[in-house]
């Protein structure tokens, strides 16, 4: 089943039970991926694709929570926070830190990248390798890590 068929029945399902703030966030995916279709001619979305906008969509609204906490609207950041949970139902289910720095090791021996000079030849690789696992500041905490910078 399609991502956007998922959300037109969650959409469905929350309109009936009338879940206002779950609905909102069902809402602004689908309009993301309708927005998406539209910008590739109403070619149908690949996986990786749908992935990557969601993770746009959860780290924006991840980022606006913050703002609104720093700036006293707990309330608003709240609804923000809900609406990335939301979100996240959709996305493959992430790697633990342990995982993520296991595979991010083996990268590292596979290209004998050494120093942080080299990161650009870890980071390439392991960023497809973790797409849609891991988060990018994650990935890229760890290679800092592993290569000494």
């Known amino acids: 089943m399609s991502l956007e068929q998922k959300i037109n029945d969650a959409i469905k399902a929350a309109m009936l039970a009338r879940e206002k703030e ?9 309009s993301a991926v309708l927005l998406a279709k539209t910008e590739k001619a109403g070619a149908e ?5 749908e992935i990557k906008m969601l993770q746009k969509m959860v780290k924006q609204r991840r980022e606006s929570a913050e703002i609104y906490k720093e700036q006293g609207r707990n309330d608003m950041a709240e609804a923000e ?33 050494v120093g942080p000079k ?18 990018g500041k994650t990935i890229a905490a760890i290679v ?6």
């Open 118 to 135: 080299e990161m650009g030849k870890v980071m390439g690789p392991a960023n497809q390798k973790l797409a849609g696992k891991a988060d």
């Open 81 to 113: 926070l809900f609406q990335a949970g939301i979100i996240e139902t959709y996305l493959p289910a992430q790697l633990s830190e342990e995982e993520v720095r296991s595979i991010i090791q083996q990268i590292v021996a596979e290209t004998g990248a």
């Open 45 to 49: 979305l690949d996986a990786e694709t």
């Open 144 to 149: 800092k890590e592993l290569l000494g910078t």
């Open 22 to 30: 779950k609905l909102e966030a069902l809402r602004a995916i689908k």
